[in-house]
Each structure stands twice: as C-alpha cells, then as structure tokens.
Nanobody
Framework: QVQPVESGGGLVQAGNSLRLSCAVS????????MGWFRQPPGKEREFVAA????????YYADSVKGRFSISRDNAKNTVYLQMNNLKPEDTAVYYC????????????????????WGQGTRVTVSS
C-alpha cells in the first residue's frame, strides 16, 4: 500500500521560506514519479512540480519556477518541496502525489496520472 503523507505547512510572511516533506510508505518508492500540487481557496487543484525516479527530470509550473525546488531522497522514501520567496498567491493546500511510472525520464503535470495522494498540508502566506 502506497500512502503519501505531507508535513511542513504553516503560516509564514511573504518573502519567507518553507520546506514541505512527503514521506511515502511502501518498498517501491523509486518506481514512482512524485508530484506536488496545490489547491488555492476557492480554486481548482493545480500542478506545482514533479520529479522522476532518480531526480534527473524535473518540471515546474511557470508560477513557481525560480522560487520552488523539488527534490527526493530515495533512501528515505521522501520527496521535498523547498519554497522560497513565498507570495500571498502561494496560499493553498499542498498535496503530494505518486505516479507509478517506473524508471522513466518523463514526468506529468496532469493530476489524473497520479494514483496515490496525500491528505494535504496547508500553507498560508500573509502579506
């Protein structure tokens, strides 16, 4: 059973940083493309970033490029999202998701491609 569990959310002032973590149970973490998505208040879920099995392929949404960084530690079954220079528009519930894609160089930004989702962690950025 693959179950992502997010942590690290909270309330921060604009311009500050947060690091989200997502621990994934199971023995096949390395076979999963991992993605971060977010759902701002009153809006639909949107793609943030994704990373392939070995970190060699990374993709960001334009809105976070240059400010956010995704990484993974396969020995710890954990994926991270380092968020710098946070803005009020980054306020959202952030979700971690796993896509069983195998050892591939491709990643996907479509939520429908991800089979396993965490419960989310809330990030609030005050101005």
């Amino acid at each position: 059973q693959v179950q992502p569990v997010e942590s690290g959310g909270g309330l921060v002032q604009a311009g500050n940083s947060l690091r989200l973590s997502c621990a994934v149970s199971g023995r096949t973490f390395i076979l999963y493309v991992m993605g971060w998505f977010r759902q701002p208040p009153g809006k639909e879920r949107e793609f943030v970033a994704a990373i392939n099995y070995n970190g060699g392929r990374i993709y960001y949404a334009d809105s976070v490029k240059g400010r956010f960084s995704i990484s993974r530690d396969n020995a710890k079954n954990t994926v991270y999202l380092q968020m710098n220079n946070l803005k009020p528009e980054d306020t959202a519930v952030y979700y971690c998701a796993a896509d069983l894609r195998g050892p591939t160089e491709t990643v996907d930004s479509r939520p429908s491609e991800y089979e396993h989702w965490g419960q989310g962690t809330r990030v609030t950025v005050s101005s």
